[in-house]
């Protein structure tokens, strides 16, 4: 079945240790977003990727980098993971740009900052 | 700008009862409105979605939503509430003048009881 795959699903790190998450999907979708979703908050979008062009969200922190380098595989870096960074990260996929496209979502990663 | 707030972060429902989630939203242009389900364990889902025509969507599992314009709100119904409905559910808000970027409420999380 098609679909989005987040690895790990459990991460943990240490304050200020580099983690990187990562998200692959199989439905050849064009965007691919990044969410962080703390605990009984919504889901917040740090940024998205439309094919190779990258959109940061005015609000996300530097400290949150992505990288995609090919259509199926979109990556997580945080630089310096601070005690606020532990959340539920959520990856989701779009064939396209607009609202008439339905984004997919993986299960998450949950990160936890010790 | 858009927002979404879901009243209730909470909900308990019998099994077999009438299950109601409030979701009022906030935009500046005509939104394109949908609801998502997340299952323990798993990505969010879409349930359904208002985007133009009728006001009552009918979405998976017998769920239906309506929007209703003057009180700005997009409720989610179901008839009969069965075991498997147990799930957090979001009420996410888009707006017709963006590229597709999504708002969503913190979500309220449904237990259903025997």
């Known amino acids: 079945d098609a679909m989005v795959i987040q690895n790990p699903r459990y991460q943990v790190t240490q304050f200020g240790k580099p983690v990187t998450l990562s998200c692959s999907q199989t439905l050849n979708h064009n965007v691919m977003y990044w969410y962080q979703q703390k605990s009984s908050q919504a889901p917040k979008l740090l940024f998205h990727y439309y094919d190779k062009d990258f959109n940061n969200e005015a609000d996300t922190p530097d400290n949150f980098q992505s990288r995609r380098p090919n259509t199926s595989f979109c990556f997580l870096d945080i630089r310096s993971p601070g005690l606020g960074d532990a959340a539920m990260y959520l990856c989701?996929?779009?064939?396209?740009?607009?609202?008439?496209?339905?984004?997919?979502f993986g299960p998450g990663t949950r990160l936890t900052v010790l | 700008a858009q927002s979404v707030t879901q009243l209730g972060s909470h909900v308990s429902v019998s099994e077999g009862a009438l299950v109601l989630l409030r979701c009022n939203y906030s935009s500046s242009v005509p939104p394109y409105l949908f609801w998502y389900v997340q299952y323990p364990n798993q990505g969010l889902q879409l349930l359904l979605k208002?985007?133009?025509?009728?006001?009552l969507v009918k979405g998976i599992n017998g769920f239906e939503a309506e929007f209703k314009k003057s009180e700005t709100s997009f409720h989610l119904t179901k008839p009969s509430a069965h075991m498997s409905d147990a799930a957090e559910y979001f009420c996410a808000v888009g707006a017709t003048d963006s590229w597709g970027k999504l708002q969503f409420g913190a979500g309220t999380q449904v237990v259903v009881t025997p």
């Open positions: 208002y985007t133009t025509g009728a006001t």
């Open positions: 989701a996929t779009s064939r396209d740009q607009g609202l008439y496209n339905e984004q997919f």
